[in-house]
């Protein structure tokens, strides 16, 4: 299998490169090397790797910046998007394309199916449906929520810095999700590839919890693992108390059924993979 990755040295894409198959030729893009929002870039990029598959792991994931920024936004999560699309399918190559859980409004009191009506609260998650609309039907669309990774900018490694630096910490409680380990995705976007999967689907790790119950955990983890050196009270807040420019979901759990047919059983519990997680960063830093 070829493929051809971008936004590759993001949380996801440097687990599509660390996770690809032995067999498979791996082409890899970030934004130093190709602009997604130039549409000529995009299909040269995909001439040249002659991929079976595109993965694109890149996206605008500023949040509170989307609701400021939203053309810059709807730029990289939707416009650049169709370019991808348009060069798979000139190219023979299958998209897969990640999405996000902030496509739904959180007022739902079960667990979102993929086929749940969507209502994006801002600006991100209205710039990230548009993207799975410009994905198209031959498209494999994977929302996932929560993604941390042993490197780069995430909840996990910022509770960590936190915890070491602060006598408190004060963590919103009231949301209400799934964390999602980024190696586990990767792995399992390959997987869904290389057995031809189409369509609308979800994966995150399995279970629930509030950032709350997610920042105890943390800190129970990293002490065990010795990463940290003492506990420090974790302090639960509503939403409200910590306002920001773009509303959050309040529950934001995926339905990830169809997804564990696919792969032929049920993703690890997200605790499984946070200790992975905190072992890793113990070992490598």
């Known amino acids: 299998m070829k493929a051809l990755i971008v936004g590759a040295n993001g949380q996801l894409g440097r687990g599509l490169s660390a996770c690809a198959p032995r067999d498979a030729e791996v082409t890899s893009h970030d934004i130093t090397t190709l602009d997604i929002t130039d549409a000529g870039a995009v299909l040269d990029a995909a001439r040249n790797a002659a991929p079976d598959v595109i993965f694109n792991a890149a996206a605008y994931t500023a949040v509170d910046k989307a609701e400021s920024e939203e053309a810059a936004a709807l730029a990289v999560n939707a416009t650049a998007v169709g370019h991808l699309a348009k060069a798979a399918s000139e190219?023979?190559?299958?998209?897969?394309?990640?999405?996000?859980?902030?496509?739904?409004?959180?007022?739902?009191?079960?667990?979102?199916?993929?086929?749940?009506?969507?209502?994006?609260?801002?600006?991100?998650?209205?710039?990230?449906?548009?993207?799975?609309?410009?994905?198209?039907?031959?498209?494999?669309?994977?929302?996932?929520?929560?993604?941390?990774?042993?490197?780069?900018?995430?909840?996990?490694?910022?509770?960590?810095?936190?915890?070491?630096?602060?006598?408190?910490?004060?963590?919103?409680?009231?949301?209400?999700?799934?964390?999602?380990?980024?190696?586990?995705?990767?792995?399992?976007?390959?997987?869904?590839?290389?057995?031809?999967?189409?369509?609308?689907?979800?994966?995150?790790?399995?279970g629930a919890c509030s950032w709350y119950d997610f920042a105890v955990a943390i800190q129970e983890e990293a002490l065990a693992a010795g990463l940290l050196d003492k506990a420090v009270p974790v302090l639960p807040i509503n939403t409200s108390d910590f306002p920001t420019p773009a509303k959050r979901p309040?529950?934001?759990?995926l339905d990830k059924t169809s997804t564990f047919e696919l792969l032929g059983g049920p993703t690890p519990h997200w605790r499984t993979n946070l200790r992975t997680m905190i072992a890793e960063i113990k070992t490598n830093g």
Do not use: C
Request: glycine fraction near 10%; charge should be neutral; proline fraction near 7%.
């Open 91 to 206: 190219t023979g190559a299958k998209l897969v394309h990640v999405s996000t859980d902030f496509v739904f409004d959180g007022l739902s009191g079960v667990p979102y199916a993929p086929d749940a009506p969507t209502a994006p609260l801002g600006a991100y998650g209205r710039t990230k449906l548009a993207g799975e609309q410009a994905a198209g039907a031959d498209a494999l669309i994977v929302r996932t929520a929560w993604v941390y990774a042993p490197a780069g900018g995430n909840f996990v490694r910022t509770m960590l810095r936190l915890m070491s630096e602060r006598p408190e910490v004060r963590v919103v409680a009231d949301q209400i999700g799934s964390p999602t380990y980024a190696p586990g995705l990767a792995s399992a976007l390959w997987t869904m590839a290389k057995n031809g999967a189409s369509g609308l689907h979800h994966y995150t790790d399995a």
């Open 250 to 253: 309040h529950f934001s759990v």
